[in-house]
């Protein structure tokens, strides 16, 4: 998951509204404890299944491994059992005992080119082939504790079968940071295979940890993460001896005034005021010695916004900035723009309608007013489909936050996931 460390203001509004919020207690449903009591006794499981994950990690579209656990465990269960979806996608299909609805919960299974720095006894020493390079391999977003999150809920839907109205559908996702330079994968891939469709999907859910306080699930109605764009820009221009760059053409001016360029239109050029919007150059390539001016420049970075009229404005100008600056060095520029994530956008009757159950789950420690969140997730791609529902759960304070080599779960927070999620499948079936 392509984001940040947003855990201060979520904290901060959590502190301000928990109180308030903890004076109107949502009405219990029957099977509440049923849910909070096999979550607690397959906690031992869940942390089993997580640190065995976390010190297997495997990239995207690579998860063979973890797709195996996953499908057996189900079929276990006497789940129907698809597998081989969207590349290494495990689908598993739980029939209610009683006709109704179709709802989805999702979890994502890959893992990150991260060395991880823990010193946990269960971490990854794991290498892999990530775009041509050996690299090291990390649960370092938390991907490890969603796969056991609901394979937990699985299991406790399992035991209550006969109770569910309408049938669950269990998404086990790949590649959800990117499928490797080349391939599809994804969420994208998965909707195009037809995961909503048979049977249909009415709605979808997922969970993701975060840092914060262990337990608390927070969120946002409406848009609530960025829609991320990728891009590479490929510069060509002279090459010349460092000591006479007037010979040819400075690439490291150039590409330094594309970054102060693309930095005044996210500043100045923009009203973000309406909405954010991140412009950001990551990495810059070329050269082989420090005394050659080199003839190619490659510079890669991401686009975060919320609002599609803004998107369109900020591609216009960031492309305009590229082509006018390399034409004024005399060089030449190609913008390539990558497949985007749309905007994770809940359904704002859908969020209101399940707060109850989370606060429920969680005994009342929820926020749902969070700022907007720069990070992106593909898990957009099944809210265009289907009406959906993304949530963070509070993982605790690691040393470092996502896609850090030091992020970690405190443990505690995966039977609090294992609840929300089993009882929001519940709460969205019954009646239906």
């Not at 919020?21 to 029957?30: R, W």
């Not at 914060?212 to 699930?217: A, D, K, R, Y």
């Not at 820009?233 to 400075?250: F, V």
């Amino acid at each position: 998951m392509s984001k940040g460390y947003w855990l201060a203001g979520a904290a901060a509004a959590f502190a301000l509204t928990t109180g308030a919020q903890a004076q109107d207690k949502p009405a219990p449903q029957p099977y509440d404890t049923a849910v909070f009591a096999a979550a607690k006794a397959l906690q031992p499981k869940v942390i089993a299944w997580r640190r065995d994950f976390h010190e297997h990690p495997e990239l995207g579209n690579s998860e063979v491994r973890t797709a195996k656990i996953v499908a057996d465990h189900l079929r276990k269960l006497g789940f129907e059992v698809r597998t081989g979806v969207g590349k290494t996608g495990v689908v598993g299909i739980l029939k209610g005992g009683k006709p109704g609805k179709v709802v989805a919960l999702r979890a994502d299974m890959d893992a990150l080119p991260v060395a991880e720095q823990t010193g946990l006894a269960f971490a990854s020493k794991v290498t892999a082939q990530y775009n041509g390079q050996t690299v090291p391999v990390m649960h370092a977003c938390g991907h490890d504790s969603h796969v056991a999150i609901l394979m937990g809920a699985a299991e406790v839907l399992a035991g209550m079968k006969d109770q569910i109205e309408g049938t669950v559908v269990f998404v086990f996702q790949p590649a959800e940071e990117g499928p490797p330079a080349g391939e599809e994968g994804g969420a994208t891939l998965m909707v195009k295979e037809g995961v909503l469709k048979s049977p249909k999907v009415d709605a979808i859910f997922g969970l993701h940890a975060f840092p914060g306080p262990v337990g608390t699930i927070v969120w946002r109605p409406g848009p609530m993460m960025a829609a991320s764009d990728r891009f590479e820009i490929q510069l060509k221009g002279r090459q010349a001896h460092g000591s006479m760059p007037w010979q040819g053409i400075d690439m490291s001016s150039l590409t330094a005034d594309i970054v102060t360029a693309f930095n005044q239109i996210a500043s100045r050029q923009i009203n973000v005021s309406k909405t954010p919007t991140v412009l950001t150059v990551a990495t810059l390539h070329g050269g082989l010695r420090y005394n050659i001016i080199p003839e190619d420049m490659a510079m890669t970075g991401t686009l975060r916004t919320f609002d599609p009229g803004m998107r369109t404005d900020v591609i216009a100008r960031a492309e305009k900035a590229v082509s006018s600056i390399s034409e004024r060095y005399g060089a030449t520029a190609k913008f390539i723009w990558g497949t985007p994530n749309p905007v994770t956008d809940n359904n704002r009757a859908l969020t209101a309608r399940m707060k109850p159950t989370l606060t429920r789950a969680t005994g009342g420690k929820v926020v749902d007013d969070i700022d907007y969140i720069m990070g992106a997730e593909d898990f957009s791609y099944f809210q265009k489909e289907v009406p959906g529902f993304f949530y963070h759960l509070g993982v605790g304070f690691p040393k470092g936050g996502n896609h850090s080599p030091f992020f970690d779960v405190e443990e505690a927070a995966m039977e609090i996931g294992v609840r929300a999620q089993a009882l929001m499948a519940l709460d969205f079936l019954k009646g239906s």
